[in-house]
């Protein structure tokens, strides 16, 4: 039985008194909720997150790391500072990270490798294009993504990850896929990890992401290879996170 994750990716936004009000508020509301909720913070805040969500149940999350261990990379953070500061979990391959800052499966799979050496969990976020889609590839280019994982990284590379679907042209833009589209990238996804790994395909949680809201969330996460959630915008608002960590419950 895999326990729901719903996951809040806050992005560049946020001052340091909202981050501190958006998480007093989650910590308020979340007793009670039986799922697991993970909060990604812009990484200045992160040592104040974890602080201010110890005991609470909810973990904290890096939204990218360097696939480097240390060194002269001016700007860049490394799993192993996220680790330190009390991290559990850090987003690789974000589409945002891949279209905005050109990485490519290759780096990707390097970040998530360095955060699993690091004892954190990676998610690595995978989804296609509006015009991959369009063109009937959604399958391949999802296929291709999670396949540069195993490829280098062997059979149990899922064992201690999560992966999220997250398709390009549902994120930020209101329009989510629906349960059914989703379910079908999903139910690929573990296929394609079982193929190699029975076992680590049975523990996956794969997310899905895009546009996911209170009034969508429920439904999606009925379908059976939907594990949880991967948040965007709604994660800003508590009352908003609130509710789809409530639609996620075991
Ligand atoms: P969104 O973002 O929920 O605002 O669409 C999801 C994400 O990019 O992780």
Avoid at 31 to 48: K, R, T
Avoid at 58 to 78: K, W
Avoid at 202 to 231: C, H, K, Q
Wanted: hydrophobic share 45%; aromatic share 6%; net charge negative.
């Amino acid at each position: 039985m895999r326990k729901p994750l719903v996951a809040g990716n806050w992005k560049m936004n946020a001052s340091r008194a909202d981050a501190q009000t958006l998480i007093e508020q989650l910590v308020d509301g979340f007793s009670g909720i039986d799922c697991e909720a993970l909060v990604c913070p812009p990484s200045v805040y992160l040592p104040m997150v974890c602080e201010w969500l110890s005991g609470s149940g909810i973990a904290v999350g890096g939204q990218n790391c360097s696939q480097h261990a240390s060194g002269a990379y001016t700007g860049e953070v490394s799993a192993e500072m996220l680790k330190d500061v009390g991290c559990q979990y850090v987003i690789v391959g974000h589409s945002e990270r891949r279209a905005l800052y050109g990485e490519t499966d290759q780096v990707v799979v390097e970040k998530f490798a360095a955060a699993q050496k690091s004892g954190l969990i990676p998610i690595l976020c995978v989804g296609e294009t509006l015009a991959e889609r369009q063109s009937g590839n959604a399958l391949s280019v999802i296929a291709r993504q999670v396949d540069a994982v195993i490829d280098q990284l062997g059979k149990k590379a899922f064992c201690h990850a999560v992966i999220a679907y997250e398709p390009v042209w549902a994120i930020g833009t209101g329009e989510t896929a629906t349960p059914d589209q989703a379910e079908e990238i999903h139910a690929a996804i573990r296929a394609q990890v079982a193929a190699v790994d029975a076992g680590s395909a049975e523990s996956l949680r794969i997310l899905y992401g895009g546009s996911v809201n209170p009034a969508n969330a429920e439904t999606l996460f009925l379908m059976p290879n939907i594990d949880g959630g991967l948040v965007g915008g709604a994660s800003l608002k508590a009352n908003e996170f609130l509710t789809i960590c409530q639609a996620a419950k075991g």
